[in-house]
């Protein structure tokens, strides 16, 4: 009986065997721990249990059971999971990869996961394309936001490749992208919700947007900006990754 693809969760697999193989590939995860968001129907988790040493698979739809779990039981190396990946709070220790086709409503929620999981060393992305441009995007141009900001803090992002719509079943209305996170360091929670505040309106000067969020004082804020090389109308999408958090140290003084 053929699978009944549902909207909820965001469903569109990949068929396309050269382009699981390059996924797979680009990855880089021989012999390494690697955690798979929504298998699906399996058509990555079979080349991935190639590669790595351990798979541990998140899967929400259970109508999927019967096909992951005769895959699993061909493989001593995965271990299929029937949770929402998002509902999960511990996750093993061991330095992990985590690779995955990831629904556009639940992007955001889930990289905001992995910038929290330290030993989440790579990530290895299917996403919308506009979505994998924002994330890989500089300042200066109109990609570049808050998550940009904290994802690069954290991870060197590199846009590998466009997937056409085509090569999905059911066709989405958008063409994705694979993009890879190599992590470089860790940041705290509350350096994140400064620079959401940064980008509280785009529109706005940082010093407004601050202001109106944090109480800052404009003047001694101003002068320091002056000291980094900007103006005093300066906006957030025109600051580089590090200023952030030679700013927040300074709002913390």
Do not use: W
């Not at 190639?50 to 739809?61: L, Q, V």
């Not at 109508?63 to 779990?69: P, Q, V, W």
């Not at 004082?217 to 590090?242: D, H, P, W």
């Amino acid at each position: 009986m053929a699978h009944q693809f549902k909207k909820r969760f965001g469903q569109n697999f990949l068929r396309d065997e050269n382009l699981l193989k390059k996924i797979v590939s680009t990855a880089q995860i021989k012999n390494q721990h690697v955690i798979e968001i929504g298998p699906g129907e399996g058509g990555l988790t079979k080349y991935l249990v190639k590669e790595a040493a351990t798979i541990k698979a998140y899967e929400i739809d259970e109508s999927l059971k019967h096909t992951l779990e005769e895959l699993e039981s061909t493989n001593p190396n995965l271990e299929v999971i029937f949770k929402d990946f998002l509902s999960v709070e511990n996750f093993d220790s061991k330095d992990t990869n985590i690779i995955g086709n990831i629904p556009y409503n639940i992007t955001s929620p889930i990289l905001f996961k992995v910038l929290d999981i330290e030993h989440i060393t790579s990530a290895t992305f299917m996403v919308q394309k506009e979505f994998a441009e924002r994330l890989s995007a500089q300042p200066n141009s109109k990609a570049y936001n808050a998550l940009s900001v904290m994802i690069q803090l954290s991870f060197d992002v590199t846009y590998a490749f466009t997937v056409t719509k085509k090569v999905f079943y059911p066709i989405p209305k958008v063409d994705s992208a694979v993009i890879t996170l190599k992590r470089t360091g860790s940041q705290n929670k509350d350096l994140h919700a400064f620079i959401k505040d940064c980008f509280q309106q785009k529109r706005k000067t940082l010093l407004n947007n601050l202001f109106e969020t944090r109480a800052i004082n404009k003047s001694q804020t101003a002068s320091f900006l002056e000291e980094l090389g900007y103006s005093s109308q300066v906006r957030a999408e025109q600051i580089i990754q590090k200023d952030f958090i030679k700013l927040y140290s300074k709002t913390l003084t």
